[in-house]
């Protein structure tokens, strides 16, 4: 295959290359376009003036090409509309586009204006790009000058047949200049090397233009609107200055290495726009910026009332939230792995998708949230909808949790996969909404006060290291019932999931003892629910209570009767259970 379309290209390269010659430094492109070379020896600039269309050419064709290795700087002048359309070379399972300028190998400066790329699909496709068919490429095109290339790649199902395109932009390229007023399209400089790229008069950047890109610094006076993910994964973008950007859409510059956003004039924030990018420590908005407001470089809307993003870069360990703040918005504080500590005041009512997730360095988190809702749910889907990230997902340092007196609800997947190992729920709280501690596989104990009366669906499922459960109540709540969105349903079960995992379903029964009033013991034997625990404990009053608290320990592993560590709790056998306190226990399986 490799060696036909090698064959066929060098077919292309010998046969018409008639009339073009070596002397050649200047003449027409166009009806009213010239073409001028500049410059000696191995450093030429090629000038291209007038007004209208480029010509068309085959590759070996226009009238540069014999001095094409020798070019490193292009000019096109405001005036130039249009450059010509890339011509079609098909080979098997593919087609080759030779652009205009084609093999410049050692191209260093572009200047040219938005108005003359109506033709150019992205900026590689004034180079070469490759549209290859299912099969024949395989993931990635292949890349046709090693070393001397980086590639705009793209899956694109648009086209019957097409099932990718590769457009290849010369590795030696380090500055574009953009000389006139427009939006710079979708993917134009998608995963360029380009670290350099001058637009001060771009009025608008669109979606995924700079995705990817190798640019350095962003310095964007004239731009009004950044689309969606326009700058996404610029890794080494450290500077962006955008004094009239009104818009800036979802994923904007995620992923970027800005150390300061100032957006003194930005009306509109999509989700995520400053996500991940973890050097910035600020986010300004203007005192008189209509819709946003900041406070020690963290962002807010106007009256404080939201929390949109608190930098990622930022170096304090502890934040408390203000209490002015009633909602804490999709991924607010994602990826702060410096932050230790963090506070939700009583104002708190709503908590969205993601807030704390992937905040690495989080051990302690202050509740007092008074009457809260994750992303503003009342009614509880049977599981998580697949866009949820859970709010502490991937905080598997947050193992301490203060819940405060303030507190009456526990919402729904509150702490859903966290590591916390004891929660005290306060006399407060009268209700432990669905799946609230739903797979907090590290949580050991559980104090359950008489204040609560009902107890969700799934609450505690999957809390697989278990070891004490103490309920105050002198009435037992129902854990075990039918539910209209989850059917029958078992509080401190295991579920489907958890059991392929090797865990019994009546693995948290078997493990953890509960510990009720002495004087309710008969109510919780007789209760559906409570009467699975394998092991019921009377506790006479708070004495008992912090007695059995003291005692409780976090299990840290299994080992068989010769000291062998075992991969899980071993269902049946005699095996040996060691706990963070240093104590271990012989027990039987059941």
């Known amino acids: 295959m490799k060696k036909r379309n090698k064959f066929f290209v060098a077919l292309a390269f010998l046969g018409m290359s008639a009339g073009v010659t070596s ?53 096109i002048e405001n005036g130039v509309t249009g450059i010509g359309k890339p011509m079609r070379y098909d080979v098997i399972g593919g087609s080759h586009w030779y652009g205009i300028f084609f093999n410049c190998s050692n191209l260093s400066s572009l200047t040219l204006p938005l108005s003359s790329c109506a033709d150019a699909t992205v900026l590689g496709s004034l180079f070469y790009s490759i549209t290859y068919t299912s099969g024949i490429y395989s993931t990635t095109p292949p890349i046709p000058l090693t070393g001397e290339y980086t590639c705009q790649w793209h899956q694109d199902a648009t086209y019957s047949g097409i099932q990718g395109f590769g457009y290849y932009v010369p590795r ?70 955008m004094p009239n950007v009104i818009s800036i859409g979802s994923n904007a510059f995620y992923g970027c290495n800005i150390t300061t956003a100032n957006i003194p004039n930005v009306t509109s924030i999509g989700n995520k726009a400053f996500y991940r990018c973890s050097s910035l420590t600020t986010i300004d908005a203007a005192a008189n910026n209509p819709n946003y407001s900041s406070d020690n470089g963290v962002l807010f ?39 230790t500590e963090v506070t939700i005041p009583k104002s708190v009512t709503n908590i969205e998708n993601g807030t704390f997730s992937d905040c690495s360095g989080l051990t302690t988190v202050n509740f007092n949230a008074a009457n809260t809702r994750i992303f503003n749910r009342v009614e509880y889907p049977e599981y998580p909808p697949e866009d949820y990230v859970s709010v502490f997902s991937g905080c598997m340092n947050f193992t301490i949790l203060n819940i405060g007196n303030d507190v009456t609800i526990i919402p729904y997947l509150a702490f859903y996969g966290c ?28 104090t359950i006060p008489k204040s609560v009366t009902t107890i969700g669906a799934l609450a505690f499922t999957n809390c697989i290291s278990l070891t004490s459960v103490i309920n105050k109540s002198a009435t037992p709540q129902a854990i075990f019932y039918y539910d209209s969105y989850y059917g029958y349903y078992d509080v401190f079960g295991i579920d489907d999931e958890c059991a392929g995992y090797g865990f019994d379903y009546n693995h948290i029964y078997k493990k953890a003892t509960l510990y009720v009033p002495s004087s309710a013991f008969e109510e919780y034997i007789g209760s559906y629910g ?21 005692n409780s320990a976090r299990v840290v592993g299994f080992y068989g009767i010769l000291g062998e560590k075992l991969p899980r709790e071993p269902q049946n056998g005699v095996y040996i259970v060691k706990y963070d306190n240093g104590k271990t226990e012989k027990k039987l399986g059941k």
């Open 172 to 241: 030696s390229l380090v500055t574009v200049n953009i000389t006139d007023n427009g939006v710079i399209k979708s993917n134009f400089f998608r995963g360029t090397n380009i670290p350099q790229v001058s637009m001060p008069l771009v009025t608008g950047i669109a979606q995924n233009a700079f995705y990817g890109c190798n640019i350095t610094t962003a310095n964007i006076p004239s731009v009004t609107s950044i689309g969606n993910d326009a700058f996404y994964g610029c890794g080494n973008l450290t500077s962006v200055t």
């Open 530 to 550: 409570w009467s699975k625990f394998y092991n019921i404990q009377r506790i006479e009053d708070e004495n008992s209570i912090n007695e059995v608290l003291a």
């Open 419 to 446: 590591q916390i190992k004891e929660v005290i729920i306060p006399n407060s709280v009268t209700e432990i909404e669905p799946m609230a501690f739903y797979w907090c596989g590290g949580l050991t104990s559980v």
């Open 23 to 75: 002397a050649q430094t200047s003449g027409s492109c166009g009806a009213n376009l010239t073409w001028e070379l500049t410059g000696t020896g191995n450093n030429l600039t090629l000038t291209i003036s007038g007004t209208g269309a480029i010509n068309s050419y085959s590759a070996e064709n226009t009238p540069w090409y014999s001095s094409r290795n020798n070019i490193t700087a292009i000019v």
């Open 301 to 339: 809307n106007k009256n404080k009332t939201t929390i949109i993003q608190y930098p990622t870069g930022k170096t304090d360990v502890s934040y408390i939230i203000p209490n002015t703040v009633t909602t804490i918005g999709n991924f607010a504080f994602s990826g702060c792995i410096g932050l």
